[in-house]
């Protein structure tokens, strides 16, 4: 089970820490993703991270400003966005994905989702 949260309204600059509590996957098996969706276009892969060990994955276009992050004590993968821009309003949504299955961008290679939460930033 997944759970996302964080998201809000900000503007253009700011920053904003999202957070996915994940229940019931084995950590030496899971990868967390984070993905988003605007309106009237696909899914986007963000960032992922193992659940347990060092490998991480982001998109080209959030290098630099998006740092995803874990906590293994709390149950938690959280996104840490920072220098927020308007066309990284979206719903923002939690993955997990088994790690061997050798392409964690995908939205499709993932079998658990959380619900979203919408991050909407204004110019």
């Known amino acids: 089970q997944l759970q996302a949260s964080g998201g809000g309204q900000v503007q253009a600059g700011g920053s904003l820490r999202l957070s996915c509590e994940h229940s019931?996957?084995?950590?030496?098996?899971?990868?967390l993703g984070w993905f988003r969706q605007a309106p009237g276009k696909d899914r986007e892969f963000v960032a992922a991270?193992?659940?347990?060990?060092?490998?991480?994955r982001y998109a080209d276009s959030v290098k630099g400003r998006f740092t995803i992050s874990r906590d293994n004590v709390k149950n938690t993968m959280s996104l840490q966005i920072d220098s927020l821009k308007p066309e990284d309003t979206a719903v923002y949504y939690c993955?997990?994905?088994?790690?061997?299955?050798?392409?964690?961008?995908?939205?499709?290679?993932?079998?658990?989702w959380g619900q979203g939460t919408l991050v909407t930033v204004s110019s």
């Open positions: 991270r193992r659940l347990s060990g060092g490998s991480t």
């Open positions: 019931g996957l084995t950590y030496g098996s899971y990868a």
């Open positions: 993955a997990a994905t088994r790690t061997n299955t050798g392409s964690w961008s995908r939205p499709a290679a993932y079998t658990h």
